[in-house]
Antibody
Framework: QVQLQQSGAELAKPGTSVKLSCKASGYTFTSFYIDWVKQRPGQGLEWIGYIYPGNGGSYYSEKFKGKAAFTADTSSSTAYMLLGSLTPEDSAYYFC????????????WGQGTLVTVSS | DIVMTQSPTSMSISVGDRVTMNCKASQNVGSNVDWYQQKTGQSPKLLIDKASNRYTGVPDRFTGSGSGTDFTLTISNMQAEDLAVYYCMQSNSYPFTFGSGTKLEIK
């Protein structure tokens, strides 16, 4: 069955970086997008962007350009998101989701990784 | 960016009620709208994609409709397990954008 397993919670200091992982299983990793979504505690969902492991192509919402960077390791079926220059506003849950296009929704989600930025 | 405006922000409902919530896009998004359900402490769950396509395993009391700029999610015969926040999302053009959510609470 399709699963997306995300890495554990992170506590980071302002100005540093964290690298989150999303390990996929149960499907062909290179055939689907990995989309990333941010959710601050008690707040709504915010789409960050995607990576397509099939060719490494990516897209970032304007707000996250320079903040997030996606990579994918096809040998381990794992997608990564590097969040840099952390500020308290980056404290949030970050979800990965398997994306299709053509109007199909995000049917599979990871469990989320909580990032807390605090000095 | 396309703005997705959801209404109402919250609703107090009773088990057995019929619930209707709305999502309005700031420009034409065709039928490229999904609806997600998020319960406290959980990841979002896909209910509806392509505006009206009920995802596998989703109970038929959930119905999506609309096209263009106006979309609706209806829950007939509300159940206690349906208490959650519901989000719409457009996937017609990048960046994808979510509505701010409609929270269902027990009256």
């Amino acid at each position: 069955q399709v699963q997306l397993q995300q890495s554990g919670a992170e506590l980071a200091k302002p100005g540093t970086s964290v690298k989150l992982s999303c390990k996929a299983s149960g499907y062909t990793f290179t055939s689907f997008y990995i989309d990333w979504v941010k959710q601050r505690p008690g707040q709504g969902l915010e789409w960050i962007g995607y990576i397509y492991p099939g060719n490494g192509g990516s897209y970032y919402s304007e707000k996250f350009k320079g903040k997030a960077a996606f990579t994918a390791d096809t040998s381990s079926s794992t997608a990564y998101m590097l969040l840099g220059s952390l500020t308290p506003e980056d404290s949030a849950y970050y979800f990965c989701a398997r994306g299709e296009r053509g109007g199909r929704g995000f049917a599979y989600w990871g469990q989320g990784t909580l990032v807390t930025v605090s000095s | 960016d396309i703005v997705m405006t959801q209404s109402p922000t919250s609703m107090s409902i009773s088990v057995g009620d019929r619930v209707t919530m709305n999502c309005k896009a700031s420009q034409n998004v065709g039928s490229n709208v999904d609806w997600y359900q998020q319960k406290t402490g959980q990841s979002p769950k896909l209910l509806i994609d392509k505006a009206s396509n009920r995802y596998t395993g989703v109970p038929d009391r959930f119905t999506g409709s609309g096209s263009g700029t106006d979309f609706t999610l209806t829950i007939s015969n509300m159940q206690a397990e349906d208490l959650a926040v519901y989000y719409c999302m457009q996937s017609n053009s990048y960046p994808f954008t979510f509505g701010s959510g409609t929270k269902l609470e027990i009256k």
